[in-house]
């Protein structure tokens, strides 16, 4: 089935404590990308990557990294979380990165993450 | 500056009303596409429907439908006979292209019994 996934669904973390999410795509997507989804503010770009090695930020990276080091799995890093990064996550993939029939994103389930 | 608005945050009507979701998008692109995704209770988003710029045919699917109208930039969402399913966020996206989907705030639907 193709699918993206994501780890953990549900976080709950201090202030400070370095974690990650991990999102993993089965539909060889060279496009992947990061969203956080806040009320009032719809979804909002974090970081993108267009194929292995090659990431740019999106429109809020402040606080977060991202690696793509295998088409597959792009994780979203918080080096030192703070609680304005309590959100809900979403990792996005697509087979192509231009404007075309083939660039629909396909979602993860989302990570909901707290931070305390 | 691509943009979209949800002008509508909530949307509550009894069970069985028609309810339209407004969606207005800015672009200076003249190719572009437009997506409606749901996002139910659960929290995933569910892909609904996906419009590219040059055709501005109505859609409908079942009880669903879609006006997109270039000449005011709008991308409205209907539901007929609405039912308690349907309550859910629906988000209108706009793909800029190359790098991302522009999402609309939001409308909460509830459909009450």
């Known amino acids: 089935e193709a699918q993206v996934t994501q780890n953990p669904r549900y976080l709950i973390t201090v202030t400070g404590k370095k974690l990650t999410v991990t999102c993993s795509q089965n539909m060889n997507h060279e496009y992947m990308s990061w969203y956080r989804q806040d009320p009032g503010l719809g979804l909002r770009q974090i970081y993108y990557?267009?194929?292995?090695?090659?990431?740019d930020k999106g429109d809020v990276p402040e606080g977060y990294k991202v690696s793509r080091k295998e088409k597959r799995n792009f994780p979203l890093i918080l080096e030192s979380p703070s609680p304005n990064q309590t959100s809900l996550y979403f990792c996005a993939s697509s087979l192509s990165p231009s404007g075309g029939s083939l660039n629909e994103q396909f979602f993860g389930p989302g990570t909901r993450l707290t931070v305390l | 500056a691509q943009k979209v608005t949800q002008a509508q945050t909530e949307i509550s009507v009894v069970e069985k009303e028609d309810v339209t979701l407004d969606c207005v998008y800015e672009t200076r692109d003249t190719t572009y596409y437009l997506f409606w995704y749901k996002q139910p209770p659960s929290g995933e988003l569910v892909f609904l429907i996906r419009r590219n710029s040059f055709d501005e045919q109505n859609e409908i699917s079942g009880r669903y439908s879609w006006n997109f109208q270039k000449s005011t930039s709008s991308f409205n969402f209907t539901i007929t006979a609405s039912q308690v399913v349907d309550s859910a966020v629906y988000f209108c996206a706009l793909d800029q292209g190359a790098q991302k989907l522009v999402f609309g705030q939001g409308t909460r639907l509830t459909i009450n019994p």
């Open positions: 990557s267009m194929n292995v090695e090659v990431t």
